[in-house]
């Protein structure tokens, strides 16, 4: 008789029949599911394809806003307009984020001391949140110049990220305000016994707790800023919608808008990719335990 020797370390376990065969049926349960979605997409993209190139207007459509020329003429200069998006995006979504967080601190400020500060931040997030963008952006760069007022520019590239950062601030300091006041009032309690000061236990304790918790939103927010950035084309800005503004009014082709289009959300994907696994990753973090 023989007998088998386990070595140091050996993994000796051996699923049960039960558990194989369980594992089977779930392999070809999503085998069989990912066959069904593959077909179904299938299907349904090739009645959509059929019901958009069998309408009687297609052709004009198709000339109109899919022209292969066009959309090879357009695309270099709507390319270049986009370096303007990209620059507007990066100032703009840095301020927007330091402002919104100074708004937000300041909403939830303790004390009767505070309560102008308190009611100025309140009365700057519900009008800018009320206000739609596009008049936020006429007034500001239409308006302040007519101002006159001396040192202050007209360049409407800085008026209209000016806009830009009015109004996302204002929605972006309720995000970091639901932040903040998520946070657990036992943390507070929990800081100051420990001997930390207001200010500190705002910054040590309860922002970084708030900020973490507030990150998807966030990036949903600066997804919509990228977008909305397109907007400044309406001061004369020559960014990636206007570059394709002034060559669709040439011939009145509007390949460059559908190209222009094309391009932010090109841009946007990634972005919204990457949010989304931000948001798996928290929420697989918090599930563990991980995060408080």
């Not at 049960?16 to 070809?28: D, G, K, P, V």
């Not at 400020?109 to 505070?114: A, I, S, W």
Request: glycine share 8%.
């Amino acid at each position: 008789m023989t007998l088998h020797k386990t070595l140091p370390g050996e993994d000796t376990y051996t699923p049960s029949e039960r558990r194989i065969a369980r594992e089977r049926h779930r392999r070809a349960r999503t085998r069989r599911a990912t066959a069904i979605a593959a077909a179904s997409t299938l299907v349904t993209g090739a009645v959509l394809f059929l019901l958009i190139t069998g309408s009687p207007g297609w052709d004009r459509t198709r000339e109109t806003f899919f022209s292969p020329d066009y959309a090879r003429i357009a695309l270099p200069q709507v390319l270049e307009g986009l370096w303007l998006n990209l620059r507007l995006l990066a100032v703009c979504g840095s301020a927007v984020l330091a402002f919104g967080l100074l708004l937000a601190v300041a909403r939830t400020l303790r004390g009767p001391v505070f309560f102008p500060v308190r009611a100025l931040a309140t009365a700057y997030t519900d009008f800018f949140r009320g206000l739609p963008l596009i008049i936020c952006l006429l007034m500001v760069v239409f308006g302040v110049p007519a101002l006159r007022l001396e040192g202050v520019t007209t360049d409407p590239v800085l008026l209209g990220g000016a806009a830009l950062v009015l109004t996302y601030s204002a929605y972006v300091a309720e995000v970091f305000r639901a932040g903040i006041e998520s946070v657990h009032p036992s943390q507070r309690a929990a800081a100051r016994s420990l001997g930390l000061s207001s200010g500190k236990t705002l910054r040590f304790v309860v922002l970084p707790q708030a900020v973490r918790r507030v990150v998807p939103p966030l990036l949903n927010d600066l997804v919509s800023l990228q977008k909305d950035t397109g907007l400044v084309s309406i001061a004369g800005a020559v960014d990636a919608v206007y570059a394709a503004q002034i060559i669709a009014s040439k011939d009145f082709n509007y390949t460059p808008y559908v190209v222009a289009g094309l391009v932010f959300v090109a841009l946007t994907i990634p972005m919204t990719r990457f949010t989304d696994w931000v948001t798996a990753r928290m929420d697989r973090r918090r599930a563990q335990g991980g995060i408080v």
